[in-house]
């Protein structure tokens, strides 16, 4: 009975503990799920010899001119988090709560910079 009793224990300590796994991301050392802001965009630049593009995360914060990192979306880890494309960043921002508004394209030095803004979906 002393063994059914441990399981029981140990099975609903497992199961109460994976749902705590949630992966936090950062952008400029701000939780995204902490920015204060209800808009939000979305730019991404080619990557030079990369089929990936680079993805940044524009809120208004204040960026440091050399470092790209203030607007690069990161783990807990610190480790850049790694988009192949600007639907796969869009289907990331909306399941991090963001809904999409609207989106353009500028031509900077021969080069496509495609922006899409997004707004926080408002929950009552």
């Known amino acids: ?3 059914w009793a441990c399981l029981i224990i140990i099975f609903c300590g497992f199961v109460n503990g994976k749902g705590q796994d949630t992966i936090k991301y950062f952008v400029n050392k701000i939780p995204l799920d ?3 802001v209800e808009y939000v965009q979305i730019v991404g630049r080619a990557k030079f010899l990369s089929t990936k593009p680079i993805i940044e995360l524009d809120f208004g914060q204040y960026n440091d001119l050399f470092l790209s990192a203030d607007t690069q979306i990161v783990d807990g880890m610190g480790k850049r988090i ?5 639907i796969e960043a869009l289907n990331f921002m909306v399941k991090n ?11 900077e030095e021969n080069q496509n910079v495609y922006h899409y803004l997004l707004r926080r979906i408002k929950s009552d």
């Open 34 to 36: 902490s920015i204060k």
């Open 97 to 107: 709560g963001y809904e999409y508004v609207n989106s353009y394209v500028v031509s």
């Open 1 to 3: 009975m002393k063994s």
């Open 82 to 86: 790694n988009l192949n494309s600007m």
